[in-house]
């Protein structure tokens, strides 16, 4: 049983309040829900859909469009090492090698300790900085095979507490109060804008 | 549509392959093409479903000024001007391209594949594709096939990604089990995992499928196409009257499919229906006639079984000493020839086809009727009054869930719990059982609404009254029964207080087993004769074509029963009847059966009842035997005869005219026809019945006809009209104008009517008036005791009835006993969901296991009819008007 915990189900509320139709927040949960187990397990996603009103089918469809839901167990840190042209020139397929070696896993595995999961990405938008990776989507750059070794270390020592772990989008909470919170209105129920209501093209 | 539908005023003129045709305002090109005659190749657009543009199939080039551009024509409507080019160079270009793509990944297994044979894939890429595959890598490979539910497997690899199972999922069913997953280079349509797509219409996506990726569990590997002969006939699951396609081979039946027609079905069946298949083969079927000696019932000649079933109903010491129970699941001419033996020979009119859980004839026959196009016009509004039809009449659930969502429908329900509709509901009210009249009252704004009413609060009847006062025309009432536990005359109470409030309201009966309607016209019921008459107005009618008649109007189910269990009836017969298993009082049915001196019984196979019985007739079923049926509408639609019966087993007309003959009387029947010429002569509302189904189309003739009966007094071309007898919609008003003289064109020009011409022999005296409905003002309801429970038994679709339970891939669908309670009453009772408890009434007591359903009103507790282990009926009694139980937890 991984079902949403209640203080997980209480945030629930507080996002799907953020959209006019309750469907709308289906991804932001999915996303609590990765947080709260680390994956998306399948008693989260037909939780999520009960509350969200759709069925758990409709949920799994949608996350399983998402490389970034996974629906297995994951490692505490999910390393990605782009080995895509400009970090393959720099050495990025040197640096997959040796993390290969260092953690004794291929790509795709996790560690035994359930710490780190290797993948092998394609480009990650920072060629000016290759080779470069990420752990649990948090960039290092121009890495080198020591760097790694330290990395490792650091992470397994606890000295790296900007990386939270597998599924933490970010540390700081968002919380809207109720009273805050903007154009949460069905677009049906929306005035027409003016830009259309002038053509004449409202009646739709 | 026909082309003559077609009017030059809101048509579009638009030009497909060089020659101009009209198209509907609002018509997709694709419809126009193929209405005119052009047909453009297609896979995921089907007819009965929106368009989504998946499959690219479909391009042709299309010119709306801009020049000539590819563009998929089942998306793109009808505009003034359009010019399509379906043969163009450049389309065939794209169709042989798409084809080629969708060929890549698929596994090309045709030899093996159930569909091979009746394929879109494999038929248009022989049409339009290209000869050979330019592919020459590794084909995905995937697990084949997987179950997806207990009927349908799923083989991804033949999957093109069409979208129309989930798309039927999720528009037209309102299941959304099935969905993409895994989208992108990897997508395949799957479930979540262990949630299976167990909807009541998975069967429809096996039909609808465009390759052999889905395929029923009941036809893989069982037939090739080219080796199948195919009747249209209609579906007897249930009264909807779906129409279907038979296919055999080898002289038996592999599958059903269904058949679109626009008044009832539009193409879907339920899995009930679908896979009913399998009961025509069963191995429980009767090949023989059975009779009780010492040992029990064993096999007899045909000679022995009719002799003795005569000889039991002439020793009867009376017409009143003879019951008849059933007939709801024969053709209209088997109920008629049944009808016409124990009325008009034998003179019982201690005669029900119904068994306590339907509704009394004159409410069925007498109320003001709807069609099911009339209940779903776009922007009426429609009063549910009775069961839960996503349970009893699922097809009728798809076209009210089309209504609700694609056609401003307004649905409003009155039921003691929540259905499978209450979600499409504007508003659902569930009023303490035994009190539905006092709610209805209210909502009609007969009564006003000063608070709670019968347990609904002011706020819910109020929305519900609002919801009803905001129609802008007559509204249409779903009328039947929403639990077995509760008396009928509870729901004639609240059809005579709508009809009392809105007099132009109009009613579509519920009712559940395939032909009770038909059966209640051919007279099978207390007080009727054949073609919507009563007894009394009727007798004169009949007396020329019936040799004897019923002196007084005899007894229904629970009458015969309880007479039975007093012991004065002395034959008991059983058309097709377990009232055992169906009578809601099973103590009753139980009493009764006992007390009958004799029970003989006519059936394709054994129940729990016929096995009790001591001469059993065995009876050829559905796509056995040619007839007619007739639908909750009072729609006739033909069954055919697609493999021949069991052993020497005979159509129910033939059992009838032979127990006749054995009794001295020939009923005159040698053929199927012969009866539904009788039935077309004589039978009010069936006048002429057999020539508008000679000229109609499949999808029926809606009754009664509007005719002409014009009296031939000779053979020439003048035609001495002695009496035009026009009956009117409701058949109330009879127009009888004697003495006209009038020229064979004469009657011709009357629009809309079909003449008959009939021998003075046919039409003596005036028609009798149909039925009329005989409104019940009062029910008094018990008053409420805090420590008790209402109890509410409703159906579900599978159940241990003999249909289910005789078709291997249903059987195991049944849900079993449970009691569905509120959550809000477990810590009171001490009962858990998942626990056992025990339902207790004075009576009786079952033991069984604890649902959580919030959809249950405090208060109730509700039980499904005829499931394994703690039968409801058990606890029922057919003399109160609503069942009270005591609930405790089991030890």
């Not at chain 1, 959209?19 to 996303?31: G, N």
């Not at chain 1, 890495?143 to 990395?151: A, K, M, R, V």
């Not at chain 2, 699941?329 to 088997?334: G, H, P």
Request: proline share 5%.
């Amino acid at each position: 049983m991984a079902r949403l915990t209640n203080d997980n189900v209480e945030i629930a509320h507080e996002i799907i309040g953020r959209y006019p139709r309750p469907k709308s927040a289906l991804i932001p949960l999915l996303h609590l829900a990765q947080e709260q187990d680390g994956h998306l397990t399948d008693e989260a996603m037909a939780h999520i859909g009960e509350l969200v009103g759709v069925s758990s089918a409709e949920v799994l469809g949608t996350a399983s469009f998402y490389e970034m839901f996974k629906m297995e167990t994951v490692g505490r840190y999910m390393v990605n090492i782009c080995t895509n042209i400009s970090c393959q020139l720099r050495g990025g397929e040197e640096l997959l090698a040796h993390a290969e070696k260092t953690l004794g896993i291929r790509p795709g595995q996790t560690t035994s300790d359930g710490l780190f999961t290797l993948e092998d990405v394609e480009c990650i938008a920072a060629c000016t900085e290759a080779p470069c990776l990420q752990v649990n989507y948090r960039y290092e750059h121009r890495i080198s095979n020591e760097g790694f070794d330290q990395l490792v270390n650091d992470l397994r020592a606890g000295r790296r507490s900007d990386i939270p772990s597998h599924g933490v989008l970010a540390q700081v909470r968002q919380h809207i109060p109720e009273d805050r919170r903007a154009g949460v209105v069905a677009p049906e129920d929306k005035a027409v804008p003016v830009w259309i209501a002038a053509a004449g093209e409202g009646d739709k | 549509m026909a082309e003559s539908d077609v009017t030059q005023i809101d048509g579009v003129a638009v030009e497909i392959n060089g020659v101009e045709v009209i198209a509907h305002k609002g018509e997709l090109l694709i419809d126009a093409a193929e209405r005119t005659g052009t047909y453009i190749p297609r896979f995921c657009y089907h007819e009965r479903m929106k368009p989504v543009g998946m499959c690219r199939m479909c391009l042709v080039e299309v010119d709306t000024g801009r020049g000539p551009a590819l563009q998929p024509s089942c998306m793109i409507e009808c505009t003034p001007g359009m010019k399509a080019d379906t043969e163009s160079a450049i389309t065939k270009k794209a169709q042989d391209g798409i084809l080629e793509f969708l060929l890549a990944n698929h596994p090309l297994d045709c030899p093996v594949c159930d569909k091979g044979g009746e394929c879109p894939l494999q038929d248009q890429t022989m049409a339009y594709g290209p000869g050979e595959s330019r592919f020459v890598e590794e084909k995905r490979h995937k697990e084949k096939p997987i179950p997806i539910s207990d009927l349908v497997l799923l083989d991804r690899e033949r999957c093109i990604l069409c979208d129309r199972c989930t798309r039927f999922a999720k528009d037209v069913a309102g299941d959304p089990l099935i969905h993409f997953i895994h989208r992108g280079n990897n997508t395949e349509v799957n479930t979540f995992p262990d949630e299976p797509f167990a909807s009541y219409f998975s069967g429809n996506t096996v039909q609808i499928c465009p390759v052999g990726a889905l395929t029923a569990s009941t036809y893989r590997f069982k037939a090739r196409p080219w080796d199948l002969e195919t009747t249209e006939s209609t579906c007897q699951t249930c009264s909807v009257g779906c129409r279907i396609s038979i296919d055999s081979s080898r002289d038996q039946v592999q599958r059903f499919a269904g058949v679109d027609i626009d008044p009832v079905n539009w193409g879907w069946l339920c899995d009930k229906g679908r896979f009913s298949s399998q009961v025509v083969t069963s191995e429980a079927r009767l090949s023989e006639p059975l009779v009780r000696d010492n040992s029990g019932l064993v096999p007899a000649k045909w000679s022995d079984a009719l002799g003795r079933f005569a000889t039991a109903l002439d020793n009867a010491s009376s017409a009143q000493s003879i019951g008849v129970i059933g007939g709801s699941r024969l053709t209209n001419e088997d109920a008629y020839a049944w009808s016409k033996l124990f009325k008009g020979v034998l003179a019982t009119d201690n005669v029900d086809a119904q068994l306590g859980d339907g509704l009394p004839a004159h409410v069925v026959l007498g109320l003001p009727a709807a069609t099911i196009d009339e209940v779903c016009a776009p922007g009426g509004t429609v009063l549910l009054l009775g069961p839960d039809v996503k349970e009893e009449l699922p097809v009728l659930f798809l076209r009210l869930r089309h209504a609700a969502v694609e056609d401003r429908v307004t649905l409003v329900e009155v039921s003691p719990r929540s259905t499978g509709i209450t979600s499409l509901a504007a508003a659902s009210v569930h009023p303490r059982p035994g009190e539905t009249a006092d709610v209805v009252a209210a909502l009609m704004g007969t009564t006003s609404i000063n608070g709670e009413i019968a347990g609904v609060s002011a706020v819910e009847l109020e929305a519900a009254r609002s919801a009803l006062a905001a129609a802008t025309g007559p509204i249409t009432v779903v009328l039947g029964r929403a639990s077995l536990a509760e008396s009928a005359s509870v729901t004639v109470a609240a059809a005579s207080a709508i009809l009392a409030a809105r007099p132009d309201t109009t009613f579509l009966s519920a009712l559940r087993r395939s032909n009770v309607r038909g059966a209640l016209d051919m007279g099978l019921a207390p007080g009727l004769l054949p073609g919507r008459v009563t007894l009394e107005d009727g007798a004169e009618w009949y007396s020329e074509v019936w040799p004897a008649m019923p002196s007084a109007t005899g007894l229904d189910t629970e009458g015969i029963l309880r007479a039975a269990a007093d012991g004065r009836i002395d034959v008991l017969v059983l058309l097709g009847a377990d009232p055992l298993s169906d009578f809601p009082d099973a103590d009753l049915a139980e009493r009764g059966l006992t007390g009958a001196r004799t029970v003989l019984a006519v059936d394709t196979a054994l129940n729990s009842s016929s096995k009790r019985a001591d001469v059993v007739l065995a009876a050829a079923g559905f796509a056995e035997k040619a007839g007619t049926t007739t639908n909750i509408e009072g729609r006739v639609s033909t069954l055919s005869q697609r493999v021949t019966p069991p052993g020497t087993s005979r159509a129910d007309w033939m059992l009838a005219a032979e127990v006749s003959t054995r009794l001295g009387t020939d009923l005159g029947f040698e053929s199927f026809a012969d009866v539904l010429a009788e039935i077309s002569a004589v039978a009010p509302a069936y006048l002429a019945l057999d020539q508008a189904i000679a000229e109609g189309s499949p999808d029926g003739v809606l009754l009664p006809l509007d005719v002409v009966v014009i009296i031939d007094e000779d053979d020439d071309d003048i035609v001495i009209v002695d009496e035009t007898v026009t009956v009117s919609e409701d058949g109330a008003e009879v127009d009888v104008t004697a003495d006209v003289v009038a020229e064979e064109t004469d009657a011709d020009d009357a629009e809309g009517l079909i003449e008959i011409v009939a021998d003075d022999s046919d039409v003596a005296g005036s028609m009798p008036p149909f039925v009329q409905y005989t409104p019940i003002d009062v029910v008094v309801s018990p008053p409420v005791d805090s420590y008790s429970f209402r109890l509410v038994a409703s159906r579900k679709l599978y159940d241990q009835g003999t249909l289910v339970q005789s078709a291997p891939s249903l059987a195991p669908l049944a849900p079993g006993s449970t009691v569905s309670l509120n959550p809000w009453e477990f810590d009171r009772l001490g009962v858990a969901a998942g626990g056992r408890a025990i339902v207790r009434t004075a009576k009786a007591s079952v033991n069984v296991t604890v649902q959580s359903d919030a959809g249950v009103p405090r208060g109730v507790a509700a039980m499904i009819v005829n499931q394994a282990d703690g039968r409801v009926s058990d606890l029922v009694s057919a003399d109160e008007l609503v069942a009270e139980v005591r609930i405790e937890t089991a030890p």
